[in-house]
């Protein structure tokens, strides 16, 4: 009896470390479903060629920020998750994320990865997150239109006067033909595709490591005032006023608008469903030149408390490799690592290497609060475009949202 609980106490021990080790070597991952595209087929390219193994599980854009949350504070959270990079900050300061800052110096190439990534993942001088997909606004330029206005059709606007420019001749054409196009009640879009006008004139929006509001100045009045313009001349469909985001790609895959501001996701969309529409792609630029883009996409988080730090690298180094930087590419996602970009879009639409450049360029404001200033229906980002670009107040609601903006800042804990 003495040697069979011997037996089965060894059983059973052996069994634990069969499960120990099994646990260790089988990860879960939580992805975004904006990535549905690219992730899983990334998933099985590592899994095919790695003994670790990573179960994927694809979540609701809109779902992702509380179901992680939720399951993080219920000790039920997944050992990875592909989170919008904007809200890095917010997950490091509770203390949801391990601090990677070891990892991603210890990458050889970690100086080529995606700035802005890096940005939104650094939290009080550590690392806490590392890029995972990538888009980056651009300025698209239907092609046919400017041929029909008179326009060079291969030569895209370089500063704000030949885009006005541009939009009222494509607008003269008449019909429901408009020249520019922009979601105006969209906050989260015009984060990506009004902020680069900013940054390109020599401007800014969260400045002092994002601790300090820096909106109301020439630059954003500048920037005002040119949508203004267009707007007051009926070069924007009178729809913009009201599109919240369901239309921000649409309205120019309809071929009846001749620019407008997008990320470079339309590119691969355009290209694969909307064949006749022609277009070029270029840099978002400033008043006088220049050039910008806001960064967007996902960063790679680990959720602390894991034993799984050699895992994560493993993965990683997978992801920045040639070939995921390809498949990333090639389900739509921009790549992450600048060094290899060129390499891993050669066999796309050449209009994605303007994409990459921007890419490299990309800039994303960082803060714990950068929800309740720029994402939230009622917060002071979303409420200043709408009255600015549609009402009569400019000054004075520029002036609120400044101010409004840095009381959240003010007020973190």
């Not at 390809?326 to 690592?337: D, I, Q």
Request: hydrophobic content about 40%.
């Amino acid at each position: 009896m003495r040697l069979l609980k011997i037996a089965a106490l060894g059983a059973t021990a052996l069994v634990a470390l069969s499960s120990s080790a099994f646990a260790q070597e089988k990860l879960t991952m939580w992805s975004r479903s904006t990535s549905e595209a690219f992730m899983p087929g990334l998933i099985k390219a590592f899994n095919e060629t790695h003994k670790t193994q990573i179960e994927l599980q694809i979540i609701p854009s809109s779902e992702m920020v509380q179901k992680y949350a939720t399951a993080a504070a219920g000790g039920s959270a997944p050992d990875f998750v592909s989170l919008d990079l904007v809200y890095a900050p917010a997950f490091a300061k509770s203390g949801t994320l391990e601090d990677l800052t070891d990892l991603a110096k210890s990458l050889p190439y970690f100086e080529h990865l995606s700035k802005a990534h890096i940005g939104t993942g650094t939290y009080e001088g550590r690392i806490y997150a590392l890029p995972m997909s990538a888009d980056a606004s651009v300025l698209l330029w239907n092609k046919k239109l400017f041929k029909q206005a008179g326009l060079d059709p291969d030569k895209g606007p370089t500063n704000w006067a030949e885009i006005e420019a541009a939009a009222g001749k494509v607008n003269a054409l008449g019909g429901d033909i408009r020249g520019f196009y922009f979601a105006g009640a969209c906050g989260g879009c015009n984060a990506f595709t009004f902020m680069p006008l900013i940054w390109a004139s020599g401007g800014d929006i969260l400045v002092d490591d994002g601790k300090r509001a820096a909106i109301d100045t020439p630059q954003m009045h500048d920037a005002i005032n040119f949508y203004r313009d267009m707007v007051a001349k009926g070069y924007v469909p009178e729809s913009a006023k009201t599109d919240s985001g369901k239309n921000f790609f649409g309205g120019f895959a309809t071929d009846k608008v001749g620019l407008s501001p997008i990320g470079a996701f339309a590119i691969g969309n355009l290209v694969k469903n909307y064949p006749d529409v022609d277009f070029g792609v270029t840099f978002i630029p400033g008043k006088d030149g220049g050039k910008a883009s806001f960064a967007g996409g996902d960063n790679f988080v680990v959720t602390a408390g894991r034993d799984n730090l050699e895992a994560a690298k493993e993965f990683l180094e997978f992801v920045y490799s040639l070939e995921g930087q390809t498949l990333l590419a090639k389900g739509g996602s921009l790549p992450t690592r600048g060094d290899v970009a060129a390499e891993a879009v050669k066999d796309l639409d050449e209009r994605y290497k303007i994409a990459t450049e921007a890419m490299k360029m990309g800039r994303t404001p960082t803060s714990p609060v950068y929800n309740d200033i720029f994402n939230s229906s009622t917060g002071p980002w979303k409420q200043m475009l709408g009255q600015v670009f549609f009402g009569d107040d400019v000054k004075g609601s520029v002036a609120k949202a400044q101010a409004a903006m840095q009381s959240i800042l003010d007020s973190q804990d």
